[in-house]
T-cell receptor, first 114, second 113 residues
Framework: AQSVTQLGSHVSVSEGALVLLRCNYSSSVPPYLFWYVQYPNQGLQLLLKYTTGATLVKGINGFEAEFKKSETSFHLTKPSAHMSDAAEYFCAVSGESGYSTLTFGKGTMLLVSP | NAGVTQTPKFQVLKTGQSMTLQCAQDMNHNSMYWYRQDPGMGLRLIYYSASEGTTDKGEVPNGYNVSRLNKREFSLRLESAAPSQTSVYFC????????????FGPGTRLTVT
């Protein structure tokens, strides 16, 4: 079975500051890892994903994440926050095959102040 | 190319009423999923269909039924709605070539009174 823990249900940053959203996972097999973003009253949109290969993954809107197997982590970062980044972010891990079900974390709401 | 579509967008039911949530995808994906989203709980899998003709229970299947009507369509039915089923419901799909990525619909906001 897989599980995902996102540290902090809310994270507040100032515009221009570093964004760091934490995600730790548990998986008995090599995981596929994902970050999704949800803007108010919308569905989920993929930010980035790790499957195999390079452990530093770049996504849309300037976000990136690094897969650290030894720490079972997949933290999401962005060097400089923008007001438009305010949203809820979800980390997810896939099942054994990589094509099966996703297990989501509970989400982190990112608040960006001017 | 509409991606994943869901109907209706909003629905209010009385306890005990039934309804069906519709989902369709036009990406020729084999797998489809139904999730519910509740505050502070993230997304929880209700049912999924790995391929046309198969369905399996997820984490929270009680009170729901599903039908994979064809490759494009996957419906979720509430036979006797309860207030605990008040939630936002998302449909998603994925294909063999999507590397595990799931594509989500816009959601259905359901209130059961």
């Amino acid at each position: 079975a897989q599980s995902v823990t996102q540290l902090g249900s809310h994270v507040s940053v100032s515009e221009g500051a570093l964004v760091l959203l934490r995600c730790n996972y548990s998986s008995s097999v090599p995981p596929y890892l994902f970050w999704y973003v949800q803007y108010p009253n919308q569905g989920l949109q993929l930010l980035l994903k790790y499957t195999t290969g390079a452990t530093l993954v770049k996504g849309i809107n300037g976000f990136e994440a690094e897969f650290k197997k030894s720490e079972t982590s997949f933290h999401l970062t962005k060097p400089s926050a923008h007001m438009s980044d305010a949203a809820e972010y979800f980390c997810a891990v896939s099942g054994e095959s990589g094509y099966s079900t996703l297990t989501f974390g509970k989400g982190t709401m990112l608040l960006v102040s001017p | 190319n509409a991606g994943v579509t869901q109907t209706p967008k909003f629905q209010v039911l009385k306890t005990g009423q039934s309804m069906t949530l519709q989902c369709a995808q036009d990406m020729n994906h084999n797998s489809m999923y139904w999730y519910r989203q509740d505050p502070g709980m993230g997304l929880r899998l209700i049912y999924y269909s790995a391929s046309e003709g198969t369905t399996d229970k997820g984490e929270v299947p009680n009170g729901y039924n599903v039908s994979r009507l064809n490759k494009r369509e996957f419906s979720l039915r509430l036979e006797s709605a309860a207030p605990s089923q008040t939630s936002v419901y998302f449909c998603a799909s994925s294909g063999h070539r999507s590397g595990g990525e799931q594509y989500f619909g816009p959601g259905t906001r359901l209130t059961v009174t």
